[in-house]
């Protein structure tokens, strides 16, 4: 089979025909090999990650939440970091991942049955007192969050403005999870934020 060859301006050799076929052909050939290892290294990963998370009916576990800030940014409301209520009964096992739970009625307007990743498991204690919050959540386990107090400020200088931030605590955060949030939209959304005892802010 003959093989052709052209050189270029800079007299490096380009080439043509059944060579770069070839070529091509052998670097697809190594693609594929290394999705096909870096595949297998997260089933891995993720099989043992549910086998460690497998639950049987009688378990007691928590369910994760998402509290949602009131607050929008660019159309989409700020997640702070999720929550877990609970524990809740596990009735029975659906599938490999999937779980159906034992909610109270306050919960009755969310489909009971999750995927084994929103669940942790809980060992039953009698010393342990657990609040049940009341928790308003939505079909999608998410809830509302309300800024009790602002902790800190700073302002931000760009070329042309300042833009002043606050920090602020979340009801069911701790002051170590506050979050930074544009003063101005605070101001308008949580007047009560910036009463009398808080002007400095």
């Known amino acids: 089979m003959q093989v052709s060859h ?10 043509l025909g059944p060579e770069l076929v070839q070529q091509a052909e052998k670097k697809v050939c190594l693609i594929r090999e290394r999705l096909k290892t870096t595949h297998s290294r997260q ?35 700020g997640k702070l970091s999720p929550r877990f209520v609970g524990p809740y009964d596990v009735l029975e096992k659906l599938g ?3 779980y159906r739970l034992a909610l109270p009625p306050t919960l009755a307007g969310v489909h009971n049955v999750f995927h084994v990743s929103m669940l942790r498991k809980y060992v039953p204690d009698p010393s342990h007192v657990i609040p049940q919050a009341p928790l308003r959540l939505r079909e999608d386990l998410t809830y509302d969050e309300r800024p009790e107090k602002i902790v800190d400020r700073k302002d931000k200088g760009l070329r042309r403005r300042t833009i002043l931030y606050v ?25 009560h934020l910036f009463a009398a005892t808080q002007l400095s802010y």
């Open 167 to 191: 920090k602020v605590k979340w009801s069911n955060h701790s002051e170590r999870e506050a979050t930074w949030e544009l003063k101005e939209e605070m101001r308008e959304k949580y007047p």
């Open 96 to 98: 490999t991942v999937a």
């Open 6 to 15: 052209m050189w270029d301006d800079v007299g490096e050799r380009t080439i």
């Open 43 to 77: 089933k891995n990963y993720a099989d043992t990650r549910r086998r460690a998370l497998e639950f049987q009916p009688g378990d007691h576990v928590f369910l994760k939440v998402s509290p949602t800030k009131g607050v929008m940014r660019f159309g989409i409301r």
